[in-house]
């Protein structure tokens, strides 16, 4: 038995070193420019060792790579935009490979190796986050920011956008996926990245012609953002609402239709919710490190702040969401017929209602064909628009141009529930709605203007035609 341990020891300590004086290959670099950053990803044929400096006058970075071997060449990277003005390589001994990134402007950079997943081997990674940019990382995760008061839900220091002080409703609009993260791929190559992108410009587009709301994009690009930090984004953003645009993919090419999904807080309401949850969440560990050093301290943070708020938030996500899915079973074919609920990450805002909507499976020709139509993309965003559009007519956060707009009888209404609170009588809450005492008290059944505390009375519709 010992002699046996010993040699199983033998050959893992042999089998290790052995790896260690490997030489691996870097095949190919990619590069993505992202707002703040600019993100190199070298592939390589196995893992490395690697060392990253900086050096000024003129800046640049220089990286080794200990067992390296280059078998590509840097001429074909697009370095438009970017800090980088060449990228060059030597190979200083057999084991030893140097990259130097000649830089336009000084940079702080942040590298990591990713192990191999589905799409991809190993990587080495390069960060380089402009100076001055926010969004540079420290070594550790920021702690959450405190949450927002529940149900005003304001910006944090917006600008008055209407010449009446009406500030105006956020949207922020996060299209899944990017740079390395292809998201789901299609038959002939389309990439779910690429799609959700134009979706999410046009639903842009949608949103910002009508007036009271205004979109932000989360992602403006082809790059990749971790999943927790396209939240922090959206807070940024001042969002009321944040709308994450994804297209499906299943083992099962025959799979077809949109859904929309809400958040679980005890995991997903069905098995192909919790497949999607998995491969959705899994886009970090595809884009990168940011969100492994995440420690036990900031996770119980995060725990109490959901709790806070959360319930509240996800009763506002299932009502956007429900709206959303009713417009968008006009236009396609729904997967469910009701709001899903599973634990995405980008739904784990704790005070901005979230949805997540995948447009249809992209993994199925026939609606893969459909999502790259400019017409079908436009209906799709449509829908989506004409459901937030709807949520925020019947909800708007105070102070917003659409509250002014519904406080002041502009916006027609469907039939609304009222809970009665102390101090409130029939014709006040009349007066409130404009509708006329008498319409109030048939639609309720009452006999008297009597109404107690807690009791609920149902508003009827009004109409534009209606209002003086
Ligand atoms: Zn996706």
């Known amino acids: 038995m010992r002699l046996r341990a010993l040699l199983i020891g033998l050959f893992v300590l042999f089998g290790a070193s052995a790896q260690a004086f490997a030489t691996s290959e870097v095949r190919s670099v990619r590069l993505w420019r992202a ?3 600019t993100r190199l990803v070298f592939d390589l044929s196995g893992p490395v060792q690697h060392n990253v400096f900086t050096l000024s006058a003129p800046d640049r970075i220089v990286i080794d790579v200990s067992g390296g071997r280059l078998a590509t060449s840097f001429d074909q990277l697009s370095l438009s935009n970017t800090p980088i003005t060449s990228v060059r390589s030597a190979q200083r001994s057999a084991n030893e490979l140097r990259v130097v990134i000649d830089l336009s402007r000084a940079v ?5 190796s990713l192990a191999p997943n589905q799409q991809y081997g190993h ?13 540079a990382p420290g070594p550790s995760v920021a702690a959450p920011t405190p949450p927002r008061p529940v149900t005003p839900s304001q910006p944090p220091s917006k600008l008055p956008v209407l010449p009446s002080d009406k500030r105006d409703i956020i949207i922020a609009i996060d299209a899944g996926h990017g740079g390395e993260d292809p998201g789901a791929i299609g038959p002939k190559g389309v990439r779910e990245k690429n799609v959700v992108l134009q979706i999410s ?3 842009q587009r949608q949103i910002n012609a009508e007036k009271g709301f205004r979109a932000e994009l989360v992602r403006t690009g082809d790059y990749f953002i971790p999943l927790r930090r ?3 984004i959206a807070r940024k953003q001042g969002a009321d609402l944040f709308v994450s645009i994804h297209a499906d993919a299943a083992p099962r090419a025959a799979a077809f239709g949109a859904s929309v999904f809400a958040l679980s807080d005890g995991g997903a309401t069905s098995e192909t919710a919790r497949w999607l949850a998995d491969s959705e969440n899994r886009s970090d560990l595809i884009g990168g490190a ?3 050093t995440l420690d036990d301290k900031d996770r119980m943070l995060a725990g109490v702040l959901l709790d806070l708020s959360m319930t509240a938030t996800l009763s506002s996500s299932l009502n956007v969401g429900q709206k959303v899915l009713g417009n968008m079973g006009r236009i396609t074919p729904l997967h469910k017929r009701r709001v899903e609920q599973a634990g995405f990450m980008v739904l784990k805002s704790p005070d901005i209602p979230s949805i997540l909507v995948e447009t249809g499976f992209i993994s199925n020709p026939n609606e893969a064909s459909k999502l790259q139509t400019k017409a079908h993309q ?3 965003a449509r829908a989506v628009q004409s459901g937030v559009k709807q949520f925020f007519e019947q909800n708007p956060p105070p102070g917003t141009y659409i509250a002014w707009m519904r406080d002041s009888g502009k916006i027609a209404q469907g039939p609304r529930e009222h809970r009665v609170t102390s101090g409130e009588s029939l014709a006040l809450i009349a007066q409130r709605y404009q509708v006329s005492l008498a319409v109030l008290r048939s639609a309720n059944n009452l006999r008297s203007d009597v109404i107690k505390v807690g009791q609920i009375l149902i508003v009827p519709a009004t109409t534009l035609a209606a209002q003086p």
């Open 35 to 37: 707002p703040d950053n």
């Open 123 to 135: 990587r080495l990674v390069l960060d380089l986050f402009d100076q001055g940019a926010d969004a």
């Open 108 to 112: 702080s950079p942040k590298s990591f």
């Open 201 to 203: 410009r046009e639903l």
């Open 230 to 232: 396209r939240t922090e």
């Open 378 to 380: 436009q209906a799709l």
């Open 290 to 292: 940011g969100n492994v």
